[in-house]
């Protein structure tokens, strides 16, 4: 099943073309999205998620153009984790969490008791019945990102868009997170694209890859692909070594 088929992609900044003729489809399971810094994989992200527009082409999701979509059908199908989050200060956990169901609900809306089992099934689903009642800001990095993904699991969405959910994490926490959201999409019956900087964490958590260099795409496939030496150069631009290893091989660059 195809997610999301992109044709003929242009996404222009003043003096400047970020992607040039992107033309993909995204497919079910989790997807990695990979390449050097300045590739444009955060920018294709959130013109996946609606947040910005392309120059020129059109974007489908779910055989539906972006611009057909109404704004709460899709706030409703689709979530989306930026890189930065916005503030949470003074926010306990579960309000952080109950914030999914605002596309169900609004803002004045009151939940009912299926909000609060969604809101529920969230918290316990990512571990997190003990700090429920703790204030976001005071919980350890790795817990605040499991509380963004239970956020986005009681939305009830059926595709998770998360950019860079990783990067300020140590590596057990780097584990944790991507093993959680791996976890849900089986479970669920989901589907994720994630922006990764890890080849190693895309291998072991993720199903496909799709890999970008200043907007084109260098590699798409399943995320095996990944562990050969002359793509890992065409795609990051230095000699990396493959190192067979248990439960994945491993890169490491020479």
Known sequence: MTLFTLENICFDVPGRRLIDGLSLSVGTGITALVGRNGS???TLLKMLAAQTHPSVG????????LQDWKARDFARDLAFLPQVTPPTEGLLLRELIAL??????????RLG???H????????QCGLEDKRDQLVDTLSGGERQRGWIAMMLAQGARTLLLDEPISALD????????GLLRDTVRRRGISAVVVLHDVNMAVRFCDHVIALDTG?????GEVRELLDPAALLRIYGVPMQVIDAEPTPVVHPL
């Open 40 to 42: 444009a994989k955060s």
């Open 58 to 65: 059109t974007i489908q999701y779910a055989g539906k153009n």
């Open 100 to 109: 999914g169901r605002y596309p169900w609900r609004g803002a004045l809306g």
């Open 113 to 115: 008791p299926e909000d």
């Open 117 to 124: 089992r969604l809101i529920d099934a969230a918290i316990a």
């Open 171 to 178: 590596v057990a926490h780097q584990v944790e997170v991507l």
């Open 216 to 220: 084109r795409v260098t590699l798409q």
